[in-house]
């Protein structure tokens, strides 16, 4: 399979309709820029193929029980029509965050790079979490990216960037 | 009919294996390239070379009962006319059709390439009681993401997908997404009936090869679809010739649902004329945009044809759609509404 292609701060063209930030990404931005410890978040992302099911419906379903979600957003298996769906979808739900995977698993589809995909969840008005390694974090600020996701799977933590 | 198995064919912009697609012109033409259609050369139709593992029946209730509407009447589906990734116009455009329709379909559209992902849209949908229909395509996720799509709108209740390749992403308003085609129609119905789904697909009868097209029809059924909606492709007649003949290619009636067009407006009009391969019936659209009323006699032609259709013989519904200018969602929800609910729909 290939691999990510590595791609420069060029801005993507951002032409998701532009949210403002819901009631629980506005508690999560808050708490990181004040450095408070965020609302304990269940973090979920796709099951696997091909019982799934996608990260959205479970967001839906983990937010109707009144849960604070963030969701790990997939992009190698995906183009970019896709993934600002499901960024639009997931901004609808209010879930207190995205979370980025700095270096994602190599994939069939190689549409957006994870620093895009940062600036395109930004852009819908969600906060975006960084997963693994942030070699350059100036970058991923400038993306709009707010935190680094710690802790473990079931005890995710976030920590500003 | 003379036919091959599958080969790749990598000359083709979709990747396809079991082509030709609706979206081949007149004159042969690829809708993508600038040029001739690859597969118009070959010898058709391509032949499913799936392993006939046996198909699922529709595990989800919404599924079984569209199959027992279809048992006592012709099936009237609608399209649905909400504005992208907007919750407020999905409720209120459901609430227009809810009662009037079997079941709406929530399909691609070229000006709004970007929606909510189709379970979610889904759930949204349900959530305001109706019967949904979802409209997959794989031109944007490859086979992981489609499958994780196909077990959640089964999770989320849906009537059925209707499974297509899509247009390529040079069409539409976002040329610049990565074109995916990792499947196609052809080999995603087989992995939505196995996940328990009732599935459709497209078929454009005016597209040339016009005489391979009821064989194509044929290797579809056998690859796992079930209902055949068809593009516009001219009049009554064509459409009663167009069924006899994918009887004929595939041994047994396919049940097909012909598409009736709404047009309401100079912006449904302009719709329309983007559709490959769509004929409509002599002065459709004239007759429509030089009434003073539009929006009525819009109504009007489609209840006419629609009526004609339901009348014809191998055809199991239809399938009511079309779009208006933005702003218009609700306005042409409650248009499709009036149509389907003289139909029969809902009933
Ligand atoms: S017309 Fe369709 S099937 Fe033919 S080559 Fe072009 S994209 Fe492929």
């Given at each position: 399979m290939p691999t990510w292609p590595l791609r420069g701060?060029?801005?993507?063209?951002?032409?998701?309709?532009p949210g403002s930030r819901r009631p629980r990404a506005a508690a999560l931005a808050g708490a990181l820029a004040e450095g408070r410890p965020p609302a304990p978040a269940v973090l979920l992302g796709d099951g696997p193929p091909?019982?799934?099911?996608t990260v959205v419906l479970r967001a839906a379903e983990a937010r109707e029980a009144g849960e604070d979600v963030w969701c790990r957003i997939a992009v190698h298996d995906r183009n970019r029509v896709a993934v600002e769906g499901d960024l639009a979808a997931l901004a609808d739900l209010d879930v207190a965050a995205v979370v980025v995977d700095a270096d994602p698993p190599p994939g069939r589809v190689l549409d957006l790079a994870p620093i895009e995909v940062a600036r395109l969840a930004t852009y819908a008005g969600l906060v975006v979490l960084v997963a693994g390694p942030v070699g350059e974090p100036e970058r991923w600020r400038r993306a709009g990216a707010c935190g680094l996701l710690v802790g473990t799977p079931d005890r995710p933590r976030a920590v500003a960037l | 009919m003379s036919g091959v198995g599958a080969v790749g064919t990598a000359a083709c912009p979709k990747r396809?294996?079991?082509?030709?697609?609706?979206?081949?012109?007149?004159?042969?033409?690829c809708e993508v390239a600038p040029e001739p259609c690859v597969f118009l050369p070959r010898p058709l139709p391509v032949r499913w070379s799936g392993d006939g593992t046996p198909l699922e029946e529709p595990r989800t209730r919404a599924g079984r009962e569209v199959l027992e509407v279809m048992a006592r009447r012709p099936l009237v589906v609608s399209g649905f006319p909400a504005a992208p990734m907007s919750r407020d116009s999905v409720r209120a455009c459901a609430e227009a059709l809810r009662g009037s329709t079997d079941c709406v379909l929530a399909g691609d559209s070229g000006r709004a390439r970007v929606q909510f992902p189709p379970a979610y849209r889904a759930r949204l949908m349900a959530a305001e009681g109706l019967r949904v229909w979802s409209g997959v395509n794989c031109r944007d996720r490859d086979r992981d993401a489609l499958d994780r799509e196909l077990a959640s709108l089964r999770e989320v209740g849906v009537a059925g997908v209707h499974c297509v390749t899509g247009d390529h992403t040079g069409s539409g308003d976002r040329p610049d997404a990565t074109p995916v085609f990792d499947l196609e129609a052809t080999t995603l119905l087989p992995r939505a009936r196995r996940a328990g789904l009732l599935t459709s697909f497209a078929e454009s009868?005016?597209?040339?090869p016009v005489r391979h097209r009821p064989a194509r029809v044929a290797e579809k059924v056998r690859a796992g679809g079930r209902l055949c909606w068809l593009q516009y492709c001219g009049e009554v007649e064509d459409v009663e010739a167009f069924a006899a003949a994918t009887a004929a290619a595939a041994g047994a009636p396919v049940p097909v649902l012909p598409g009736v067009p709404l047009v309401v407006d100079r912006a449904g009009a302009l719709l329309l004329a983007d559709f490959a391969a769509a004929v409509l019936p002599e002065g459709y659209v004239e007759r429509v945009l030089e009434a003073r009323d539009p929006e009525v006699v819009g109504v009007q032609v489609a209840v006419e044809l629609g009526t004609r259709l339901l009348g014809a013989s191998g055809v199991a519904g239809v399938v009511v759609a079309g779009g208006a200018g933005p702003g218009r969602e609700v306005a042409f929800a409650r248009a499709l509404a009036t149509v389907t609910r003289e139909l029969g729909g809902g009933s």
């Amino acid at each position: 399979m290939p691999t990510w292609p590595l791609r420069g701060d060029a801005p993507v063209e951002d032409r998701l309709r532009p949210g403002s930030r819901r009631p629980r990404a506005a508690a999560l931005a808050g708490a990181l820029a004040e450095g408070r410890p965020p609302a304990p978040a269940v973090l979920l992302g796709d099951g696997p193929p091909p019982t799934g099911p996608t990260v959205v419906l479970r967001a839906a379903e983990a937010r109707e029980a009144g849960e604070d979600v963030w969701c790990r957003i997939a992009v190698h298996d995906r183009n970019r029509v896709a993934v600002e769906g499901d960024l639009a979808a997931l901004a609808d739900l209010d879930v207190a965050a995205v979370v980025v995977d700095a270096d994602p698993p190599p994939g069939r589809v190689l549409d957006l790079a994870p620093i895009e995909v940062a600036r395109l969840a930004t852009y819908a008005g969600l906060v975006v979490l960084v997963a693994g390694p942030v070699g350059e974090p100036e970058r991923w600020r400038r993306a709009g990216a707010c935190g680094l996701l710690v802790g473990t799977p079931d005890r995710p933590r976030a920590v500003a960037l | 009919m003379s036919g091959v198995g599958a080969v790749g064919t990598a000359a083709c912009p979709k990747r396809m294996t079991y082509g030709p697609c609706g979206g081949v012109g007149a004159d042969g033409g690829c809708e993508v390239a600038p040029e001739p259609c690859v597969f118009l050369p070959r010898p058709l139709p391509v032949r499913w070379s799936g392993d006939g593992t046996p198909l699922e029946e529709p595990r989800t209730r919404a599924g079984r009962e569209v199959l027992e509407v279809m048992a006592r009447r012709p099936l009237v589906v609608s399209g649905f006319p909400a504005a992208p990734m907007s919750r407020d116009s999905v409720r209120a455009c459901a609430e227009a059709l809810r009662g009037s329709t079997d079941c709406v379909l929530a399909g691609d559209s070229g000006r709004a390439r970007v929606q909510f992902p189709p379970a979610y849209r889904a759930r949204l949908m349900a959530a305001e009681g109706l019967r949904v229909w979802s409209g997959v395509n794989c031109r944007d996720r490859d086979r992981d993401a489609l499958d994780r799509e196909l077990a959640s709108l089964r999770e989320v209740g849906v009537a059925g997908v209707h499974c297509v390749t899509g247009d390529h992403t040079g069409s539409g308003d976002r040329p610049d997404a990565t074109p995916v085609f990792d499947l196609e129609a052809t080999t995603l119905l087989p992995r939505a009936r196995r996940a328990g789904l009732l599935t459709s697909f497209a078929e454009s009868p005016a597209a040339p090869p016009v005489r391979h097209r009821p064989a194509r029809v044929a290797e579809k059924v056998r690859a796992g679809g079930r209902l055949c909606w068809l593009q516009y492709c001219g009049e009554v007649e064509d459409v009663e010739a167009f069924a006899a003949a994918t009887a004929a290619a595939a041994g047994a009636p396919v049940p097909v649902l012909p598409g009736v067009p709404l047009v309401v407006d100079r912006a449904g009009a302009l719709l329309l004329a983007d559709f490959a391969a769509a004929v409509l019936p002599e002065g459709y659209v004239e007759r429509v945009l030089e009434a003073r009323d539009p929006e009525v006699v819009g109504v009007q032609v489609a209840v006419e044809l629609g009526t004609r259709l339901l009348g014809a013989s191998g055809v199991a519904g239809v399938v009511v759609a079309g779009g208006a200018g933005p702003g218009r969602e609700v306005a042409f929800a409650r248009a499709l509404a009036t149509v389907t609910r003289e139909l029969g729909g809902g009933s």
